[in-house]
């Protein structure tokens, strides 16, 4: 089943790191929020349809237990936008041409870096050489998470990476700073040195789009979703082959094949994940990003969740296949992260992936 989400006011979603008003005064903000925060906002939404099964929750009988989120998609007027991989780089300076380009200041065009076999580094983290990837101009990464449109993310895949246009995400929604003080229970007075600052985010156009299983909701309703649990609106999608994109059985029986990441990941070695061996599978090239911090809060201990490091959405591996058999195995299912005792992040939406041409 796929949901449409829609914003009604303004949304925010804090980051991993640590935020204590008297301390920080700057709460930090991230979008699109990590996929755990549409699993509790499921989560939530299926109680407050079914109040009668909350005492059920994060317990044996738990009827939420089978949730799997299986796609998250930033969308406008019904079509998704794909996190840009991070293969893809601007040209450092811009000629002519760019800048009488009516649209350029919706767009940045983007390049695909290539393999240079002729150089390689070893890393400890892989066992094996890993090649550069390279471009025969001056470049420089962006400076923002960036998007492709769907049609962008199809020709990407298929190797057609020679007009390529990324959206940069502030053309897409819109910060607007809040600032606020912590008041006093007791006496409904301001607490001096409680001044904070947030940025929110108004979507404006944007939606979200949810692909879940294991779970029964109302064809359509309401939810809370973000730091400061805002009320948003969500239906459910009838036609959803705008959310489809090329089958990763069209890359299975291809000797080197390029895995990208859709949502954050999370792996044990930190920025490599665990299949990757160099005897089955071969790390040819890779381009990740910073890590961003997942945590969150467990409403049942009444503590912080414990803090991990995933990889960002976008980032991108290159590998070889030795053995089809075990690399077949590896992709069966619908995300790549290491498996943990504490957390399962497969069911949570995190390391959703696709898979394109080296």
């Known amino acids: 089943m796929i949901i449409q989400i829609e ?19 700057w709460a930090n903000g991230i979008f699109p929020p990590p996929p755990s ?8 939404a299926y109680f407050s349809q079914h109040p009668e099964e909350l005492h059920l929750a994060n317990k044996e009988g738990d009827p939420t237990k089978d949730l799997v989120i299986k796609g998250i998609y930033v969308t406008e007027d ?19 041409d760019d800048l009488e380009d009516e649209d350029w200041d919706n767009y940045i065009r983007v390049e695909l870096l290539k393999q240079n076999n002729r150089k390689a580094f070893f890393s400890s983290s892989s066992e094996t050489n890993i090649n550069l990837l390279e471009l025969d101009k001056e470049i420089e990464s962006l400076d923002d998470l960036s998007f492709l449109k769907n049609d962008m993310f199809r020709q990407y895949q298929k190797g057609h990476c020679t007009r390529l246009k990324a959206t940069p995400v ?11 003080i912590q008041r006093s229970r007791v006496t409904n007075t301001t607490v001096d040195g409680m001044l904070y600052r947030v940025a929110m985010n108004r979507l404006g156009d944007i939606k979200f789009a949810i692909d879940y299983e294991g779970l029964e909701l109302a064809p359509k309703g309401l939810l809370k979703l973000g730091g400061e649990a805002k009320v948003v609106t969500y239906y459910a999608v009838e036609e959803a082959s705008n959310f489809e994109i090329k089958s990763n059985e069209n890359f ?8 990208v990441l859709l949502t954050p990941a999370v792996f044990k070695k930190g920025w490599l994940p665990s299949f990757i061996d160099g005897v089955n599978v071969k790390l040819i090239a890779a381009c990740v990003g910073k890590p961003i911090s997942i945590g969150g809060f467990d ?6 969740k414990y803090m991990r490091k995933a990889v960002p959405a976008g980032s991108i591996y290159s590998v070889e296949v030795i053995n089809k058999e075990i690399f077949n195995n590896c992709f069966s ?7 943990f005792d504490d957390i399962d992040y497969d069911n949570q939406g995190f390391g959703i992936y696709t898979l394109a041409q080296s």
């Open 333 to 339: 299912s619908h995300s790549i992260n290491d498996a």
């Open 37 to 44: 925060v549409f699993y509790g906002a499921l989560r939530s």
């Open 299 to 304: 409403m049942q201990k009444k503590e912080p």
């Open 252 to 259: 299975v029986e291809e000797s080197s094949v390029k895995i």
């Open 78 to 96: 019904g079509r998704p936008y794909f996190p840009m991989p991070l293969d893809l780089v601007q040209k450092k300076y811009k000629t002519e």
């Open 7 to 25: 914003a009604l006011d303004t949304l925010f979603f804090r980051d991993g790191k640590p935020f204590t008003m008297g301390d920080e005064t």
């Open 170 to 180: 502030n053309k897409l929604i819109h910060k607007e700073n809040k600032i606020g």
